[in-house]
């Protein structure tokens, strides 16, 4: 649910420097990966690769959670259930609740100019939607040509905003999202120039037993490109609940959602601390169906993979 900024304008160059061949952990592949592996693009070469992750058995299983140190893919663009309610977070950069949450550019090679949402999980890599860097039907083998990442971005701040940007060096997402669009694997990560993470740091992260979900009350941060009829470049917050949980996915019949807050995280509060539990995929008001808005679920293998990145920094 990435939206079109202007397809008249011409891709820019991607002009980073120092890039490595592996971005995150790399293991022995194994029947318990639900996700098929990840696919990986160099954005300085060029260069796609093939990761046979395993992030599972160590450790870590159902309600396991972690401190922090501080469209596609068959979904439609849009819900919103009732009135609008979303609130407009004038100053991100004030509150660990929202500078982590980014705002991305992202360009693709039919030429292209797209805008999702996105959230740090460590000091240079941003978890977002899987269709939000690999973009079917836009040509380059439909992966993006160009990421520009702006964490807090608001229009109280002007120029490229409080923590400045930074540009990709890499690209992750989900083997079977790429290979066939499918929903249940619409996850991307996007590896950053410069360890911009350790100046906003990051939420936690959660992946919890499916029964936990019920009724949850949760939060979805993002940067809707219009809201209530205007064009906007600032953080939206939407709240509701969780109304059901199946191993892939979360979904919600009182969460706003229009075009490009794919990607930002769903979360919870518990005892003052905010965990990711889903990546926003997008939502639905078709008439024919009650309107909602999806996650994909954080699951054990996405929290280990996500968590390996916490420690990863150029």
Not at 45 to 50: K, R
Not at 63 to 69: A, K, L, T
């Amino acid at each position: 649910m990435a939206v079109l900024i202007a397809s008249a304008l011409s891709c820019l160059s991607c002009s980073v420097a120092n890039a490595t061949e592996d971005y995150g952990n790399s293991v022995v592949a194994s029947s318990d990966n639900p996700h098929g592996g990840t696919l990986m693009k160099n954005a300085v070469t060029g260069e796609v690769t093939y990761l046979t992750d395993d992030f599972s058995d160590n450790g870590l299983c159902d309600d396991v959670e972690v401190d922090s140190i501080d469209n596609d893919g068959g979904i439609s663009t849009q819900a919103i259930i009732g009135s609008d309610d979303r609130q407009k977070i004038t100053y991100p950069y004030n509150s660990s609740q929202f500078r982590s949450t980014v705002y991305i550019e992202t360009h693709t090679a039919d030429g292209g100019i797209y805008r999702g949402s996105g959230f740090m999980i460590g000091p240079n890599a941003v978890a977002t939607a899987g269709h939000v860097v690999f973009a079917h039907g836009h040509g380059g083998n439909g992966w993006i040509t160009y990421a520009k990442v702006t964490p807090a971005l608001c229009s109280a701040v002007s120029g490229s905003g409080y923590y400045g940007y930074a540009e990709a060096i890499a690209y992750q997402c989900g083997a079977n999202y790429a290979n066939g669009e499918s929903a249940d694997d619409d996850w991307g990560i996007i590896i950053l120039d410069r360890n911009i993470g350790n100046q906003t740091g990051w939420l936690d992260i959660a992946s919890l037993s499916l029964s936990s979900y019920n009724n949850l009350s949760v939060k979805l941060n993002g940067y809707p490109a219009e809201v209530r009829g205007e064009y906007q470049k600032d953080l939206f917050m939407s709240t509701g609940t969780i109304s059901s949980a199946t191993s892939r996915t979360l979904t919600s019949y009182n969460i706003d959602c229009t075009g490009a807050t794919s990607g930002g995280p769903c979360y919870y509060a518990s005892n003052g601390q905010y965990k990711v539990i889903g990546i926003c995929r997008g939502g639905s008001s078709d008439e024919a169906t009650t309107p909602y808005t999806d996650f994909l679920r954080i699951d054990n293998w996405l929290y280990n993979k996500f968590i390996s990145f916490r420690n990863s920094t150029l």
